[in-house]
Every structure is written in structure tokens, then in C-alpha cells.
């Protein structure tokens, strides 16, 4: 049986397909852009749940390399906006397509004349159905709902949206697209040993990580996005955890005043880009609390997970498998059965909501 473990592991050479297809794949998008390339002014991305979160990784980026603002709205917020940007390049990020709200959001949008693509794992999705190009998230078929493959071809595809968009609109030259794409394959070289290490970290670390009450994550930059997935990682795949994700600099203010020795802080820590806060709040944790952790560069002591971080603007690509693989094996040390789509049962919530519809 394919295991989360393998989804995540599948990850690189699927990424690898995406920096590959990157151009043939986006020319729907330019296609429905036409000659209002350069008359929009914005972008604006909707999304749920993990699709939400690979937006705010990805849109720091997306707005560097397309000069134009970037805004992401989960789709409910979106729903309840009263004014809509008619200049506006409109993404719609659903991993399956299902999501009923985002088509709904899709629809409205086209109703206002307004440009509208939609990022699924197919063309023949719902939402991919509804609008007026559609890209492929270059997921494929993921076993299981906890999206790991997704998540990152969501990130992956979302950079490279924003790239052909700043070399169509002359923001970037040829030379820096094909030099981003670069940097986006050192990120990708480098998420196998990530994995390897985050694995061997795990069973290091084992008995100490099935302690306490949850799991908080710390990220500035796209790695905030990363936190808000390892949050929703843990909190879906586990059960056993309250988890949540803070952006690293907000996260130094109310919140750290509620701690206590049965939370686990980890910082994703880049080495570059507020690294104090990641010393900081980690550093406190371990002396002050009972445990914590930096995930990448510059680890505080031989608990954190060390790694050296390659791939740039790129780089949320290579801590994701580290919050994705603490995740899954965090389920499996703590009995939790993690199955596939095919034998999953639905959730009791199942008779209260439904947020997808094929």
C-alpha cells in the first residue's frame, strides 16, 4: 500500500515535471489574459484549507516577480467582499476541483466579465470546468486527503504562474526567468535528503515529541505559509493535538504569554530572514518550557532539525516534507491509522456540513 510517506516522497519528481512543463503549462492563462496583460493591475487568489495556505507561501513571491500586488482570501472572506477589482487576474486554487464555494466564487467572477483561472489536479474539474483557463496543479492522483503532493505543487505552480506572468508583462527578463527556475530545482534536489533527515530527527526525538497538548509553528515570509500547513497537518492527520501556525513576528506578542510545558514550539528558520525571532522563541521554549525545536539552518543545540537551505525564494519547498514527515510519523507513533482515500470513513462531521461537491 502507498503510504503518506510515499506521497511525500513523490513529491520531487513531480515538481521536477512542473519546472519542465512550466511554459506549455501556463499558456492558457496568457492566452485568456490576451492583451490585458498589462492592463491588470492585480492578483487576487482564493482557496481553502491547504489551498488557502499554499497561496500565502507562494504570494510573497508571485507579487516579486509579476510587479503586481497579490492578495490571498480564503473563499468565505472572498464571498463576503463587496468590492471586486475588475482589473484583477483572478486565481482559484481547488486541489480537487470540488470545492463548492470556489466554484460558486469562480462563477460570480466570470458573471462580472473578470478574468478567471482555476488551479486544480485536473481539467475536468468543477472548478477548472467553471472558469475560463485553467492550470494544472501537477499533483496527479493523491491517496490521501491529507494533502502533502498537493500542497506543494499548489506552491510550485503558483511561483511559476507568477513568473510567466512578469515575463509576459516585461517585469523579468528571459535570463531571470530561467534563473528562477533554477533556484526552484536546487529547492526541489534538496527535498529527498530533507525528508531522509526529518525521518532520522523523528526517531531521534521520538518519546519526547508524543508529549504535551500541541504543536505551534512559527514561519515569517513564504515559510508562515509553511507553518500554517504544518499546523493543519498535525491537527488532521494526528487528532491527538491542538496545532496551530503563527507568522514569527506576531507570534512574539500575545501568544507566547499563554505557553506552558506541555506545548512544543518549532521555528522554521532560513538563516537569513528574522532568524533572532527563530532563536528567540525557540530558545525560550527549551529553557523556559519543556521543549522546542528549529527546523533548517543554524539549530540552536542537536534536538533541532538541521538542514542546509538551497533553494532561495524557493525554499518553502524544502521545509514542507520537514512538517509533513513530523506529521505522519507523529500519527503513526501515537496509534493513529493513517488510510488512504479509498478506505477512509467519512467524519461524523459529515452529517452537520459539506463543503465539497463533484
Known amino acids: 500500500m502507498t503510504t503518506m510517506l510515499d506521497c511525500i516522497k513523490r513529491v520531487a519528481p513531480l515538481s521536477e515535471e512542473i519546472l519542465k512543463n512550466a511554459q506549455i503549462n501556463t499558456d492558457a492563462l496568457v492566452r485568456e489574459l490576451g492583451g490585458d496583460i498589462n492592463k491588470i493591475n492585480e492578483i487576487i487568489i482564493c482557496g481553502s484549507g491547504s489551498s488557502n495556505n499554499a497561496a500565502v507561501t507562494a504570494a510573497p513571491f508571485v507579487e516579486k516577480v509579476s510587479g503586481l500586488q497579490v492578495h490571498t482570501l480564503m473563499a468565505n472572506v472572498f464571498a463576503g467582499k463587496s468590492v471586486y477589482n475588475p482589473d484583477a487576474l483572478y486565481l482559484f486554487v481547488s486541489q480537487t476541483g470540488t470545492s463548492t464555494l470556489v466554484r460558486e466564487m469562480v462563477e460570480k467572477m466570470n458573471e462580472k466579465g473578470c478574468h478567471t483561472v482555476a488551479i486544480t489536479e485536473d481539467e475536468k474539474t468543477p472548478v477548472a470546468q467553471a472558469a475560463r483557463a485553467h492550470v494544472d496543479m ?183 516534507p520537514a512538517v509533513e514527515v513530523l506529521a505522519y510519523l507523529l500519527a503513526l507513533e501515537t496509534g493513529v491509522e493513517v488510510k488512504p482515500v479509498g478506505e477512509y470513513v467519512d467524519h461524523v462531521s459529515s452529517q452537520y456540513f459539506e463543503t465539497h461537491r463533484g
Not at 506545548?263 to 528567540?280: F, K, Y
Not at 521554549?285 to 542537536?302: C, S, T, V
Open 138 to 320: 501537477g499533483c496527479g492522483y493523491e491517496e490521501y486527503w491529507f494533502r502533502t503532493i498537493g500542497y506543494c505543487t499548489s506552491v510550485l505552480t503558483q511561483m511559476v504562474i507568477g513568473l510567466r506572468v512578469g515575463l509576459e508583462r516585461g517585469t523579468i527578463t528571459s535570463g531571470q526567468y530561467n534563473g528562477y527556475l533554477e533556484e526552484a530545482r536546487k529547492a526541489i534536489d534538496n527535498h529527498p535528503a530533507v525528508v531522509e533527515k526529518a525521518v532520522k530527527w523523528f526517531e531521534a526525538n521520538r518519546k519526547d515529541l508524543v508529549k504535551g497538548r500541541s504543536y505551534i509553528f512559527y514561519g515569517s515570509g513564504p515559510l508562515y505559509g509553511v507553518a500554517l500547513e504544518g499546523a493543519l497537518k498535525v491537527l488532521e492527520t494526528v487528532g491527538h493535538y491542538l496545532a496551530v501556525g503563527y507568522e514569527a513576528e506576531d507570534g512574539l506578542h500575545g501568544p507566547c504569554l499563554g505557553f506552558n510545558d506541555e506545548d512544543n514550539i518549532i521555528a522554521l528558520n532560513d538563516g537569513v530572514n528574522d532568524e533572532w525571532m527563530s532563536h528567540g522563541i525557540v530558545e525560550f521554549g527549551k529553557k523556559e518550557l519543556y521543549q522546542a525545536y528549529i527546523f533548517g539552518a543554524h539549530p540552536l543545540d542537536e534536538k533541532d532539525l538541521s538542514f542546509e537551505v538551497k533553494g532561495g525564494d524557493f525554499r518553502a519547498l524544502e521545509f514542507a
